[in-house]
């Protein structure tokens, strides 16, 4: 049994009429754990169980940690999830609901990484939130379901953290034959590891995390997400937090669905017109969600970066 849904894919009237490109929204943010995370995460930690591992570890922002710890509970495993000091009330409380220990430690995930890998034991799994091929072929599962609804799109656009989503739609689009399709990657300014990698033509370490989408916060991607930046059709862009912000709120309004900046990057190419979309006639937007954030939060984030 599966511990991730078929989510919905429709689409959009408002951003085809914004872009002039049929925009489809692939809903992520109905999973049971209200992102995509669950999708690989759930199929590592149910390997992990049948191998015999008695307590997950992990570390996490937010959205990776609330996923462990759903798996967990659903699998009767014991979790601990190590944040950094940047991840909001709101994610840790949801970590703790689902029955799991939380512990705070640095200012940003790599950090909390480290602590976390010091935890582990022998009988303990460690799951990664972006950097684990079980969690890309999870999520390679999202491109199936595509497949299975009939609509091959000129593009598919997402959000980008560490690259594990990434990695997994390139994944998913090669064992179906669409590795044709070019995949349009967002990021904010402050967390744009991948962009700068790209830009200078090699992986670079971000010195620090300024911007407010934290879920997007890892100061390197993976080394699986920045080799396909070089060997798959894919397209950078870089939006900063304010219209990443009102990207959240405008998708609320049009489509009754909050998400987080993270996912707030993606949909701010489309509600900006972005020129990357330009040229593409039918594009899938994934709708990675988060629940880390309230939209109280997004406006009061939005307050101050606005002065």
Same mark, same amino acid.
């Given at each position: 049994?599966?511990?991730?849904?078929?989510?919905?894919?429709?689409?959009?009237?408002?951003?085809?009429?914004?872009?002039?490109?049929?925009?489809?929204?692939?809903?992520?943010?109905?999973?049971?754990?209200?992102?995509?995370?669950?999708?690989?995460?759930?199929?590592?930690?149910?390997?992990?169980? +049948? +191998?015999?591992?008695?307590?997950?570890?992990?570390?996490?922002?937010?959205?990776?940690?609330?996923?462990?710890?759903?798996?967990?509970?659903? /699998?009767?495993? *014991?979790?601990?999830? #190590?944040?950094?000091?940047?991840?909001?009330?709101?994610?840790?409380? /949801?970590?703790?609901?689902?029955?799991?220990? #939380?512990?705070?430690?640095?200012? &940003?995930?790599?950090?909390?990484?480290? /602590?976390?890998?010091?935890?582990?034991?022998?009988?303990?799994?460690?799951?990664? *939130?972006?950097?684990? *091929?079980?969690?890309?072929?999870?999520? &390679?599962?999202?491109?199936?379901?595509?497949?299975?609804?009939?609509?091959?799109?000129?593009?598919?656009?997402?959000?980008?953290?560490?690259?594990?989503?990434?990695?997994?739609?390139?994944?998913?689009?090669?064992?179906?034959?669409?590795?044709?399709?070019?995949?349009?990657?967002?990021?904010?300014?402050?967390?744009?590891?991948?962009?700068?990698?790209?830009?200078?033509?090699?992986?670079?370490?971000?010195?620090?995390?300024?911007?407010?989408?934290?879920?997007?916060? &890892?100061?390197?991607?993976?080394?699986?997400?920045?080799? /396909?930046?070089?060997?798959?059709?894919?397209?950078?862009?870089? #939006?900063?937090?304010?219209?990443?912000?009102?990207?959240?709120?405008?998708?609320?309004?049009?489509?009754?669905?909050?998400?987080? *900046? &993270?996912?707030?990057?993606?949909?701010?190419?489309?509600?900006?017109?972005?020129?990357?979309?330009?040229?593409?006639?039918?594009?899938?937007?994934?709708?990675?969600?988060?629940?880390?954030?309230?939209?109280?939060?997004?406006?009061?984030?939005?307050?101050?970066?606005?002065?």
């Amino acid at each position: 049994m599966n511990l991730h849904i078929h989510t919905p894919l429709i689409e959009s009237r408002p951003l085809s009429l914004i872009t002039g490109s049929q925009i489809w929204l692939k809903i992520e943010a109905l999973q049971p754990t209200g992102s995509f995370k669950i999708r690989g995460i759930g199929a590592a930690c149910q390997e992990y169980a +049948r +191998r015999g591992k008695r307590r997950f570890i992990s570390s996490s922002g937010g959205n990776a940690g609330i996923a462990v710890a759903y798996a967990g509970r659903c /699998l009767s495993i *014991p979790v601990t999830v #190590v944040v950094p000091e940047t991840t909001t009330e709101r994610a840790r409380s /949801l970590i703790k609901a689902e029955h799991a220990q #939380v512990i705070v430690h640095g200012k &940003a995930w790599d950090e909390a990484n480290t /602590l976390a890998l010091s935890l582990m034991g022998e009988d303990d799994a460690f799951l990664h *939130p972006f950097d684990d *091929p079980l969690l890309w072929k999870g999520h &390679a599962t999202l491109v199936d379901e595509l497949v299975s609804e009939g609509v091959k799109p000129d593009a598919i656009m997402l959000s980008v953290g560490g690259g594990g989503l990434y990695a997994g739609v390139v994944e998913g689009l090669r064992r179906n034959n669409w590795g044709d399709i070019p995949v349009i990657t967002a990021e904010t300014i402050g967390t744009d590891s991948l962009a700068q990698s790209i830009q200078q033509g090699k992986r670079i370490t971000l010195d620090s995390i300024t911007s407010i989408a934290t879920s997007l916060g &890892a100061e390197q991607v993976c080394e699986q997400a920045w080799r /396909l930046s070089q060997t798959y059709p894919t397209l950078s862009a870089v #939006v900063n937090d304010h219209a990443a912000l009102n990207a959240c709120e405008h998708f609320l309004d049009d489509h009754r669905i909050l998400v987080e *900046p &993270a996912c707030g990057a993606s949909l701010a190419l489309a509600y900006e017109q972005a020129t990357v979309l330009q040229g593409f006639g039918t594009i899938v937007i994934v709708v990675c969600g988060g629940v880390t954030a309230s939209i109280d939060q997004i406006r009061k984030w939005n307050a101050a970066v606005m002065r």
